[in-house]
């Protein structure tokens, strides 16, 4: 049942999925699920964030070099069901370094590179990618304090992605009784070890009103050359089986809005297309102003956030409930001090899992740190 997902796969397919399981085998058999089956059923997910906002160039590649300083270091971490999977819990570091480069009179080179590494359950389904993103910001109107760009972004990635099958438990080897491993496996055969190539295009637009208000919307589209997945074939014959991974559309937007003279609204949204499925997380933050002098700027952040998907038919005839799923409430906080800024979310979840989860879902982890120094021509631009 699971298998069936690699076909041709989404980062939302194993949720709804593993969802219909649920109802099938009932609640009792969630943790065989969680721990043995769900690395198969991810074998085509991407990485996200629900603090999507603090790590831009995996949001959109046209955001690299957008900040206000030259430089920028960033680094991330997600910790996924951790309660129910104990040490097989689902781990995704990042890291990611950007820089902007002044060219003719008001624009900008933006150039980067983003390493992450993802590893899922039991079988040790492990993805590492690294990738060089590069940008040009286009002033189209305005001055240095205010002023509208359009930016172009593109990257390319190398991708590497390896299981350990021996712990593996198969969808025709569960029972109402539980896993039966005498039962036969899946009749495929999988390299547990493959590289693959990714391209994705982003398009950018913010505007600045003033040195502390701004917005920006943009778009990117990812996996444009569909890149396979896995490499595999059936042990009856010399057919391969081919995995290709949909394109994914990603739209975001977001901004600073000030709110008297210490405080701010800091809303964003982003939404996922990809396949038959989609993905929004939107919310907003409150943020205050501790200190805001000329060499000392402090503040820190309060916001709600919610994930919301779509369920649709399976692949095994299962009809789950059509509609708008509420995935999980997402309560964020962020300290900003100077030129760094600390991050820190925890998803509260709501959909069915949260009787296995106690509602409890995940937690993030996030880094930014600025390198400005002097620059002339420096253009207040959006904060991440």
Request: glycine content about 8%; aromatic content about 16%.
């Amino acid at each position: 049942m699971f298998t069936r997902v690699m076909k041709k796969g989404t980062f939302f397919e194993t949720q709804a999925v593993f969802l219909t399981f649920c109802k099938i085998v009932g609640m009792r058999k969630l943790l065989w699920t969680l721990v043995f089956l769900l690395p198969i059923g991810l074998w085509a997910q991407d990485i996200h964030f629900s603090q999507f906002y603090m790590s831009p160039l995996n949001l959109n590649p046209a955001l690299t070099g957008v900040m206000n300083c030259k430089m920028r270091f960033i680094a991330n971490y997600r910790n996924q069901w951790a309660p129910v999977l104990k040490s097989n819990s689902f781990n995704t570091f990042n890291a990611s370094f950007d820089q902007k480069i002044p060219v003719s009179r008001y624009d900008y080179f933006g150039f980067g590179g983003t390493l992450w590494g993802d590893k899922a359950g039991s079988l040790d389904f492990r993805t590492v990618s690294f990738k060089l993103s590069g940008s040009y910001a286009k002033r189209m109107s305005g001055s240095r304090t205010s002023s509208n760009y359009l930016v172009f972004g593109l990257d390319g990635s190398l991708n590497s992605r390896s299981v350990n099958f021996h712990n593996a438990i198969w969808g025709n080897q569960i029972t109402s009784n539980g896993p039966n491993t005498n039962l036969p496996g899946d009749p495929t055969v999988y390299d547990p070890n493959f590289i693959f190539a990714d391209i994705s295009l982003g398009l950018l637009w913010f505007s600045v009103l003033d040195k502390k208000n701004n917005f920006y919307f943009g778009g990117s589209y990812s996996h444009l050359n569909e890149p396979l997945q896995n490499n595999a074939k059936n042990v009856s014959g010399n057919n391969f089986v081919a995995a290709p991974l949909y394109p994914k559309l990603a739209v975001h937007a977001g901004g600073v809005f000030q709110m008297g003279y210490r405080n701010s609204l800091v809303p964003g949204i982003v939404s996922f297309f990809q396949g038959p499925h989609w993905q929004v997380n939107g919310g907003t933050s409150v943020r205050f102003n501790v200190s805001q002098s000329k060499y000392d700027e402090q503040s820190f952040q309060l916001g709600l956030w919610a994930r919301l998907a779509n369920s649709e038919k399976t692949e095994t005839g299962n009809q789950l409930k059509k509609g708008i799923l509420m995935d999980a409430l997402i309560l964020s906080t962020r300290f900003d001090y100077n030129k760094m800024g600390f991050g820190l979310s925890y998803d509260i979840n709501t959909s069915s899992l949260r009787n296995a989860s106690a509602a409890n879902n995940s937690f993030e982890l996030s880094f930014i740190y600025n390198i400005c120094g002097p620059e002339r021509r420096g253009i207040y631009c959006p904060n991440f």
